[in-house]
C-alpha cells in the first residue's frame, strides 16, 4: 500500500511539473543565439495551439515596434525587439499588446480548428484524455450514428 501511495505521489509530481514547465520558460533576449535558443524552447514546451498564439502575439509586437519607430522616422531593429522582450514569461508575451486578452481568447478559439491532434491508430484517439474525441468509434464502427437525415424519423 505504501509503495502504491509513493508511486501515485510521484507520478501527480511528475504531472504538475511538465505541466508547469512551459509557464515558468522566460524569453532571453540577451543576444541573436539566445533569443532563437529561447523560442526553441518555447516550441518544444507549448502545444501547437500555444505555440501559434504565442507566435501571433511575437509579430504583434515587433509590428507595434516597427510602427512607433516608424513614426519616430527611424529603423526598428532586432536588438531593440530583443531587448524589449528579454525576461518576458508566456502570458506576459500573449497579453503585451492587448492586455484584456482578448485578442489572446480570439485566437486560441481559432487555432482549435486549426489544429486538430493526428493519430497513428485509432485506440490512442479514443484513449488520449489531452484530447476527447467529440463522436463515439463504437457507433462509427457500426456505421450509425445520432445525425438524421431527410426520411427518418
Partial sequence: MRKLTVVVLAVAFA???SAAGWRDLRVDGSSEEAFARSMTEFKDELSPRRAHVFGEALKDIWIQGATAAEAEQRE???????????GLRYEEVVNYTDPTGDTAEKRYRDARFMFKPRYASIERATTDP?????????AYARGSTDLKGSGQK
Fill in 15 to 17: 504531472g504538475t511539473a
Fill in 76 to 86: 526598428y531593429t532586432a536588438d531593440e525587439y530583443y531587448k524589449l522582450l528579454d
Fill in 130 to 138: 489531452r484530447y476527447p474525441v467529440p463522436w463515439s468509434y463504437e
